[in-house]
Nanobody, 115 residues
């Protein structure tokens, strides 16, 4: 079993920055993909960014150039640095870890971008 704990959400003005962190514990495995998803009210959960255990990254077009995902394999953590935030980035952000046949989710952290 895997546990994921997120931190770092909050309220920020448009153009501001936030950094989300996720710590994983349990039977993580050496080969996995960690990522951040988000879900806004009335919308489906969508992928924001992901990073493999080898360090390959993937970003949604809406955040590319503004958000940066990184991970520390020794600490089993994944971070999401979010810059130039927009009101449309407002959502609950979820940490995710995918292994070959399983997927795990954190409890979510609220990010609100508003003046």
């Amino acid at each position: 079993q895997v546990q994921l704990v997120e931190s770092g959400g909050g309220l920020v003005q448009p153009g501001g920055s936030l950094r989300l962190s996720c710590a994983a514990s349990g039977t993580i495995g050496s080969i996995n993909i960690m990522g951040w998803y988000r879900q806004a009210p009335g919308k489906q959960r969508e992928l924001v960014a992901s990073i493999t255990s080898a360090g390959s990254t993937n970003y949604d077009d809406s955040v590319r150039g503004r958000f940066t995902i990184s991970r520390d394999n020794a600490k089993n953590t994944v971070d999401l640095q979010m810059n130039s935030l927009k009101p449309e980035d407002t959502a609950v952000y979820y940490c995710n870890l995918k292994r070959v046949i399983s997927s795990y989710w954190g409890q979510g952290t609220q990010v609100t971008v508003s003046s």
